[in-house]
T-cell receptor
Framework: DAGVIQSPRHEVTEMGQEVTLRCKPI?????LFWYRQTMMRGLELLIY????????DSGMPEDRFSAKMPNASFSTLKIQPSEPRDSAVYFC?????????????FGPGTRLLVL | GENVEQHPSTLSVQEGDSAVIKCTYS??????FPWYKQELGKRPQLIID?????GEKKDQRIAVTLNKTAKHFSLHITETQPEDSAVYFC????????????FGGGTRLMVKP
């Protein structure tokens, strides 16, 4: 398995532009998580899905952020409009259900810079 | 909800010495405690985990201990090497929380050769 795949790996955009981050979880995993990492705030959970259904989005900063999972192999995190304070590394992670399978595997991350 | 505190935030040791990182959690229902290592510019990767029915687990130079009564768990690295330099994160979760992890703030470990 190729592991969790994220694209793009790097994104530089200007304030006000729309940004779309993409994630392909490990095949067969039931859970998908979106995290944001910054020096100031550490690793924050934004939202997670179970079987393509959003379960907890309480970590989503504000209405400018939205996430979808149209099928088991694809998810997007969208920021519209983007702001400089959104600059961070965004990680996607996936895991399975059940004791012994709950390890979260992280993707390589998308490094976002909003100018 | 769960709250995980991690200490220290930075740790510097001499190569060959041991390093200990400690975490406390608030939710007594938490039963799964993984530790992740994140090298500079890389993704967090699981290095060891422990479940609440076990008090200690060891894998070569790393070990984790869990004290359910006190609600704290620790990562122990023996015979540290320069390649152990990284940020380490502890986390906690409950099975019925849908695999959702709550992470500690991280510890930057520096191993000086």
């Amino acid at each position: 398995d190729a592991g969790v795949i994220q694209s793009p790996r790097h994104e530089v955009t200007e304030m006000g532009q729309e940004v779309t981050l993409r994630c392909k979880p490990i095949s067969g995993h039931d859970y998908l998580f979106w995290y944001r990492q910054t020096m100031m705030r550490g690793l924050e959970l934004l939202i997670y899905f179970n079987n393509n259904v959003p379960i907890d989005d309480s970590g989503m900063p504000e209405d400018r952020f939205s996430a979808k999972m149209p099928n088991a192999s694809f998810s997007t995190l969208k920021i519209q409009p983007s702001e400089p304070r959104d600059s961070a590394v965004y990680f996607c992670a996936s895991s399975s259900l059940g004791t012994g399978q709950e390890t979260q595997y992280f993707g390589p991350g998308t490094r976002l810079l909003v100018l | 909800g769960e709250n995980v505190e991690q200490h220290p935030s930075t740790l510097s040791v001499q190569e060959g010495d041991s390093a200990v990182i400690k975490c406390t959690y608030s939710d007594s229902a938490s039963n799964y405690f993984p530790w992740y290592k994140q090298e500079l510019g890389k993704r967090p990767q699981l290095i060891i985990d422990i479940r609440s029915n076990v008090g200690e687990k060891k894998d070569q130079r790393i070990a984790v201990t869990l004290n359910k009564t006190a609600k704290h768990f620790s990562l122990h690295i023996t015979e540290t090497q320069p390649e152990d330099s990284a940020v380490y994160f502890c986390a906690a979760s409950r099975n019925n929380a849908g695999n959702m992890l709550t992470f500690g703030g991280g510890t930057r470990l520096m191993v000086k050769p």
